[in-house]
């Protein structure tokens, strides 16, 4: 047996990001190969997760995929590795229907033991009752036991103590109040943060975990029979021999301002062809021959001076549109194919001016939600983060829905061989090229 954790949470903001970044740094450290995953459509605690665990964080979501597809990627990606540490998102039971997409659901879905992290920084023995509901509100979700965060010492960890007793729930111990172990705002990036460094952030909180969490019987309480459905060295084999089949050239722009992926998403690209990186930023061309350019979403907003005076990269993308070329733009990478970004500075910076469009930082508001549409016949999953807007924006070619089935006026734009929008896809079980059928 290994163990198999979710990490859970009453609520959002009770520090479940910086419990499993610590957890997954310390384990490291005791020598333990990690597998992170993270419940529902986040792009950027993978993104932490990754750099803490030393290995790819792979996202977990109903909504996005099947619940086959999601078994499949626990057991593949988790199948060779001592331990599985699933970060949730939200509430344990906040899914976009009730419980539907889910921390909760995932838990079901995979069996994996929930490790709640409880914020106690204005509570003491009233976490008794709530720790009592999330045990017998769904009798097929484990908890496993609890780790409380925000404790001002011992004493006000004795009241705590005592909840779990009367609840019957472990207490597994707790994370102090801390100011220097909170992460930045998610909207700020990993790379823009100069007093921000990650690895002594991750080994602050490891550091922590070891003195203040019963991390061995964490382990002990979470072992469980997750039998794998594939071996993953046989499934790697399987993408590699089709990868050794195909001609088709794959650009993909990796780089601080463009990020946003999918690990799943790219390891699919690799079956399709040659996936090859490319830096807007700093490469003054696409890769020779590309035959399709993926452009994903990112951080273009806080390098719009060096974007926009990369002219060469510039007429490289417009070159390639103009002559006919396959191109997936989403969020980010739609903005750097307008004609201009205003930024947060209300300066406008002229980008690749292949969409004859706008966009703009001004009047910042948050869009987020799932969305899906149909395409050429083809269904299509994803979900919108930005805080940007399009001014004379184009046609949009497919109605896109939230979550309930309410139409959204989220565009998905095609021009030429360009599909690019505010969404960012989900492909990992379907073969994104159909698009251009």
Not at 153 to 159: A, D, F, L, N, Q
Not at 241 to 258: G, Y
């Amino acid at each position: 047996m290994k163990s198999h954790i979710l990490i859970g949470a009453a609520s959002s903001g009770s520090g479940k990001t910086t419990f499993t970044l610590g957890l997954l740094k310390a384990l490291r450290k005791r020598g333990y190969t990690v597998q992170p995953f993270k419940c529902g459509p986040d792009y950027i605690d993978t993104q932490y997760h990754t750099l803490a665990a030393g290995q790819p964080s792979v996202n977990l979501d109903t909504w996005l995929a099947s619940e086959e597809h999601v078994k499949q990627l626990y057991s593949r990606y988790g199948a060779e590795t001592e331990v599985c540490v699933t970060e949730g998102v939200m509430g344990l039971f906040d899914g976009y229907d009730g419980m539907r997409g889910s921390s909760a659901e995932i838990t079901e879905l995979l069996h994996i033991p929930v490790v709640l992290i409880l914020n106690a920084r204005s509570m003491a023995y009233s976490a008794a009752p709530i720790l009592y509901g999330y045990k017998h509100f769904h009798p097929s979700i484990h908890i496993a036991g609890v780790v409380f965060n925000q404790v001002a010492g011992e004493s006000h960890y004795s009241y705590l103590q005592q909840a779990c007793k009367d609840a019957g729930i472990e207490s597994l111990g707790y994370l102090p109040k801390r100011s220097d172990i909170e992460i930045p705002s998610r909207h700020l990036g990993l790379t823009l943060e100069e007093n921000f460094r990650f690895d002594a952030f991750t080994e602050r909180i490891a550091t922590l975990i070891e003195e203040f969490v019963d991390v061995d019987r964490l382990l002990q309480l979470s072992q469980n029979r997750v039998q794998p459905l594939e071996n993953a060295r046989e499934a790697k084999s399987k993408e590699n021999n089709q990868n050794n089949s195909s001609t088709i050239r794959i650009a993909v722009a990796k780089d601080e301002a463009f990020n946003f992926t999918y690990y799943e998403n790219i390891r699919r690209l690799e079956t399709l062809g040659k996936v090859t990186y490319f830096s807007p930023l700093q490469d003054t061309a696409l890769p020779a021959e590309t035959n399709f350019v993926y452009l994903p979403g990112g951080y273009p907003e806080f390098f719009l001076s060096t974007l926009s005076s990369n002219t060469s990269m510039l007429q490289s993308i417009e070159t390639y549109v103009r002559a006919g070329g396959k191109l997936l733009a989403e969020c980010g990478g739609m903005m750097y194919l307008c004609r201009t970004i205003t930024g947060m500075d209300g300066i406008k910076y002229p980008m690749a001016g292949v969409l004859e469009q706008d966009a703009t930082m001004d009047g910042m508001k948050l869009h987020l939600g799932y969305r899906n549409l149909t395409y050429k016949d083809i269904p299509l999953r994803g979900h919108e983060f930005h805080y940007s807007r399009l001014t004379n924006a184009l046609p949009s070619v497919a109605t896109q829905y939230n979550a309930k089935g309410v139409a959204t006026d989220t565009a998905f734009i095609r021009y030429k061989n360009v599909i690019a929008g505010y969404t960012h896809l989900y492909w990992g079980e379907q073969n994104i090229l159909d698009l251009w059928k």
